[in-house]
Each structure stands twice: as structure tokens, then as C-alpha cells.
């Protein structure tokens, strides 16, 4: 809307499913970067187009959706809901992340840099968190991802 009289500027497509009631909007650039639970949209400011739309996994919950200079970082929640394979080995508390195995509630996080309007996930899909009965909380910190576990901080960079 142009604040000096009220009228429409321009008005995007749609960004957010039907019934979607979490969709948040963050200015990055010259670009309006709209999430969801299951999206992320980039919108041009001075034109309402849009600019990519990204690629996501397939069924994701994105519950964790930070925002860093050169990333959108959304945390794929989903296999939380999933049920779990109870015949594979759980990782040991005290493995490094990368050798923990991805399992069915397993976190991942997926890095969309939108200073380069691709939307595109990085080759090799997300990053693995590890267990997500373990994780306490997720911060973004200098384009990377701090993670506190029950026991320990982790950072990832894509």
C-alpha cells in the first residue's frame, strides 16, 4: 500500500496454502522472504514477482525458520512424525554429527541463499542435526547454524 493515499502498489501471487496461519515474512535485500510450514517464496519489493520459489523436500515441517545475511535456513521437522524404524541402531550420545545416521526423527536443515534468487537446495540435500530428541534449540549465527543438544553446542555450515 503507498502510505500517502492508501492505494495498491501491487500485490504478489499467492505465498501460503489455504488454511496455512504461520506464514512469516522477513525483508533480506531488495526481496520479501515468505515461509511456511511446507514453503519458501521470495518476493521482489519493488515489484510484487516472484522471484524463485524453493525447492523443499518432500512432506517437510519446517518449524524452525531463521533468517542470516546470506541463507534462509529452514529446519525440516517432519520425521518427528514420522514413525520410526525401531530395527535401526540409534545413534550413540556421544557420536560427532556426521556419524550419526539420519533416521526416521531425524532434523535436517536446508540452506536457501537468496542473495544469489535461486531457491534451490544445495546438491546432497539438507544437513543431518542428528536425533531430534536430543536437540534443545537451534540459533543462526554468522550464516551457519548453532545447535544445543542435551549435552553439547554443534555448528553446521553449508
Not at 501460503?16 to 520479501?32: H, I
Not at 529452514?74 to 556426521?98: C, K, L, W
Not at 540435500?125 to 548453532?146: C, K, M, P, Q, Y
Request: no cysteine; charged share 30%; aromatic share 6%.
Amino acid at each position: 500500500l503507498r502510505l500517502a493515499d492508501g492505494a495498491t502498489v501491487w500485490q504478489s501471487d499467492r505465498v501460503a496454502e489455504r488454511g496455512m496461519d504461520d506464514l512469516v515474512v522477513r525483508l533480506a535485500d531488495d526481496s520479501l522472504i515468505a515461509t511456511t510450514v511446507s514453503s519458501v517464496v521470495a518476493i521482489d519489493t519493488h515489484t510484487g514477482l516472484t522471484s524463485w520459489r524453493g525447492t523443499v523436500p518432500s512432506r517437510p515441517r519446517f518449524e524452525h525458520r531463521l533468517l542470516t545475511g546470506d541463507y534462509l535456513i529452514a529446519v525440516d521437522v517432519a520425521g518427528r512424525d514420522r514413525p520410526a524404524d525401531r530395527n535401526r541402531d540409534r545413534p550413540a550420545p556421544d557420536d560427532p554429527p556426521e556419524a550419526r545416521p539420519v533416521t526416521d526423527d531425524s532434523f535436517k536443515a536446508y540452506f536457501y541463499k537468496h542473495a544469489d534468487r535461486s531457491g534451490m537446495i544445495p546438491a546432497g540435500g539438507g544437513l543431518n542435526l542428528g536425533n531430534a530428541e536430543t536437540i534443545r534449540s537451534i540459533l543462526a549465527v554468522d550464516g551457519a547454524l548453532l545447535v544445543r543438544t542435551e549435552r553439547d553446542l554443534i555448528r553446521f555450515q553449508p
